[in-house]
């Protein structure tokens, strides 16, 4: 179940005239793969993010996301696509402060209409999954920078998603911390088979993903393997 955005144009208003964020962008991400996107500030990788989840519909061009067309949905049918298709891992965790690490991924289940019996187990089976195996009732006070990342990741997985979309998940960590995170959503996306976009500034972690694509002034120039 892919990833794959066709001849993607996305335009803001800027004063009179309007600002290219994306110029005929395309990308195929593949089940069980992992796609970098770097590029400097202000290149177009937020709005690559951005389209990639639905969050922004583009001028031009098609998004499919694990073989659904996207055009012509209604925000109804876009948010219910995203809740169940999509895991987004955001830059800052943004973890609830009242809830454990367990609720904040029961959450995400209550809201696509599971169980709370099969969130609980579910939650549980995922914190472990991201190493975080006996923190499941400690509140984000309580968990380092890394563990409320893993806790942001181990979210985005609850309702198992076909696509990862993971926004600069480092920018907050050391070298090694950011690693680990790196580490840990490139084995999720081979074991879940789901098809991953990373946007980061972090180059040193890029041997570890399966393609890099490169934005610059809102083109994406064309995906390498990088090994």
Known sequence: MSLDLFDITLTY???????????????????GT????????????????AVAATLITPDNGRVVIAGTETAGMSLEQTTALRRETIGIVFQQPNLIASLTAAEQLQVM???????????????????????????ADRRPHQLSG????????????MNEPAVLLV???????????????????INLT????TAT????????????????AEM????????APTR
């Open 109 to 135: 289940a209550h809201l696509n209409g599971r169980s709370p019996r099969h969130a609980r187990d579910r939650a549980e089976h995922l914190l472990a999954a991201v190493g975080l195996t006996g923190q």
């Open 34 to 49: 992992a796609t970098a996107v770097i590029g400097p500030s202000g290149s177009g990788k937020s709005s690559l993010l």
């Open 197 to 212: 976009v990373l946007v980061t500034h972090d180059h040193g972690h890029l041997d570890r993903v399966d393609h890099v």
């Open 167 to 185: 926004d600069e998940p480092t920018s907050a960590l050391d070298h090694d911390r950011g690693a680990a995170i790196v580490d840990l959503l």
């Open 216 to 223: 610059v002034d809102g083109r994406l120039r064309t995906p």
């Open 13 to 31: 208003p800027d004063g009179d005239t309007r600002l290219t964020a994306l110029d005929r962008v395309s990308l195929r991400v593949p089940a």
């Open 190 to 193: 081979r074991e879940r088979g």
């Open 146 to 157: 890394g563990q409320r990342q893993r806790v942001n990741i181990a979210r985005a997985l």
